[in-house]
């Protein structure tokens, strides 16, 4: 469950956006979600394409373009479950 290594299974799904996951994974990201609706998205399961825009070593700063176009592909609302452990 990590997305640093890109042969974890979160990572496939990631890139591929849809996948058949483990069942621990699976229950990871569905209590994910639940929690993300609970904080009503402030705790949001979907940032990465948010957070990874901040490079904090060398203290640089998106634009508001930048930051507008990650939002756009961020939002737990878009997470959804299917049978067979199949996440999209």
Do not use: Q, R
């Not at 592909?73 to 999209?88: A, G, L, P």
């Amino acid at each position: 469950m990590n997305t640093y290594n890109e042969k974890s299974e979160l990572a496939h799904l990631n890139k591929h956006k849809e996948a058949s996951v483990s069942e621990s994974l699976y229950s990871v990201i569905e209590k994910s979600v639940e929690i993300s609706k609970k904080t009503d998205g402030a705790f949001d399961v979907t940032v990465k394409p948010l957070s990874e825009l901040w490079n904090f070593k060398n203290a640089t700063v998106p634009s508001d373009k930048e930051i507008s176009e990650a939002k756009a592909s961020v939002s737990y609302k878009n997470i959804e479950f299917k049978n067979n452990n199949t996440i999209v």
